[in-house]
């Protein structure tokens, strides 16, 4: 782990505790402490990231509750030994379809949610293929605390077109992968899945 990630890692352990300190301490002087620290959070995230200090503090530093890591879910297709990637509108760059995990929704629900939304079909979710946590592989500095599933999913009907988040979608052999989106889905990653594709009976990848 390179000294960015793990001040990346302290700096989110900090924030952590005192989420949890404002949550449950009833006591004045603490509940001053705990407010202290994350502001010290919020301090160290901005120049870790260089993020800016209003999006830091409301999405970093505003939540409520014990703080537990976010879920990001992935949908894995394939179409004659090609992988379905979408152009994301932020960055320009492919991924495969997904996104945060919806309230109310299974994994598989948003999987299948994620792949119409960005790539104009429908498919069924198969089998969970990986669970990562994000610290454990080669993406950029981010401020939340992040674990990735990635969802094999099947072709029901439709075609591919993009969507209001996205630029364009397309399939991709192993050898042929677009340059990638790295906060969202690196090449390990995507070399992982097609792994997966070759040997169907291949053990879940777990951190």
């Known amino acids: 782990m390179t000294d960015k990630h793990r001040f990346l890692t302290l700096t989110k352990r900090i924030q952590a505790l ?11 002087y603490d509940m001053e402490r705990y407010h202290e620290l994350r502001d010290i959070s919020v301090d160290l995230m ?6 800016k200090i209003e999006v830091i503090r409301d999405l970093f530093a505003n939540q409520t509750g014990y ?8 949908a894995v297709v394939f179409k004659d030994e090609k992988i379905l990637l979408v152009k994301e509108l932020i960055d320009g760059c492919w991924s495969l379809p997904g996104g945060w995990g919806d309230v109310g929704y299974t994994p598989g629900e948003v999987a299948a949610k994620e792949v119409k939304e960005e790539a104009g079909i429908e498919v ?13 592989h080669d993406h950029p500095p981010q401020p939340f605390y992040v674990y990735k599933l990635f969802i094999l999913c099947k072709i029901v009907q439709g075609n591919i077109q993009s969507g209001i988040e996205t630029l364009d979608v397309g399939f991709f052999a192993r050898n042929d992968i677009p340059h990638l989106s ?6 390990s990653q995507i070399d992982l899945m097609f792994e997966y594709l070759q040997n169907p009976e291949k053990p879940v990848y777990f951190d």
Request: with cysteine.
């Open 18 to 28: 005192a989420q949890a300190g404002i949550t449950y301490t009833e006591n004045p």
């Open 46 to 51: 901005h120049l870790i990231t260089h993020e």
């Open 67 to 74: 703080q537990t890591p976010m879920v990001d879910i992935r």
């Open 124 to 136: 069924k979710p198969v089998r969970i293929l990986a669970v990562m946590d994000k610290k454990c």
């Open 182 to 187: 790295v906060d969202r889905n690196i090449p």
